[in-house]
């Protein structure tokens, strides 16, 4: 799994990164993604890349979610965003990847490191400002105790990630899972990603 689809896992299990603050060894999510070949309401069965296959155990409280591409203009005052972003020279982000949320999306607001070395931020919160630059799309993002001016350049992965039902898994549709285990104070938690154009007509 890549760092950045580790890390942005959305508001649902925002975050693998927490159960590492709160473990002393933590376990790495697990990260699948396949084609949907069989499920039921405890368990599914993916496709997976090179032909091999992989059971997943379902929990109750997992949650979908469909993204779908959208474009850096739409990013507006009020989206709710989650960004990867690095740190540049003068204490602002650069966005390696953004995804937006919406209005309604559980809070769950942070800005913190991402790595050892605290180049890289993780930043969830509320957009207060959106301008564009011949840079990309500069952003301030309220994350409940400060924000941070991000720029979001262009070519980057932009994605509206909005509620789905658990009746869209089904035979024949590609998703990512991703699971995290349970912590002392954090039960396990699990997230269902859809690309909705994946979505049967």
């Known amino acids: ?19 590492g603050a ?46 779908e591409p959208i474009t850096v203009d739409q990013i507006q005052p009020g989206s709710y965003v989650a960004t990867a972003n690095k740190t540049q020279a003068d204490g602002t982000g650069v966005s390696v990847e953004i995804r937006v949320f919406p209005p309604n999306t559980p809070r769950f607001d942070l800005n913190r490191a991402m790595d050892q070395t ?6 969830n919160g509320v957009v207060a400002t959106a301008v564009s630059t011949d840079g ?9 105790t400060g924000t941070r001016t991000i720029t979001v350049p ?4 932009i994605t509206l990630n909005t509620p789905g039902t658990p009746d869209l898994v089904r035979p024949g549709v590609k998703i990512e899972i991703y699971t995290v285990a349970a912590t002392t104070d954090r039960p396990a938690r699990q997230s269902i990603r859809i690309n909705k154009a994946d979505l049967p007509k």
């Open 1 to 19: 799994m890549n760092r950045i689809g580790l890390a942005l896992v959305a508001v649902v299990s925002l975050y693998a990164g927490q159960a």
């Open 154 to 157: 262009p070519g980057i992965s």
């Open 22 to 67: 709160q473990t002393a060894a933590p376990m790495a999510p697990q990260h699948l993604q396949g084609t949907v070949s069989a499920v039921s309401d405890t368990s599914l069965t993916l496709a997976t890349a090179g032909g091999t296959g992989a059971t997943v155990d379902l929990l109750p409280n997992r949650t979908v979610t469909l993204i």
């Open 118 to 123: 605290g180049e890289t931020m993780m930043t």
């Open 136 to 144: 990309g799309r500069r952003l301030t993002v309220d994350y409940g």
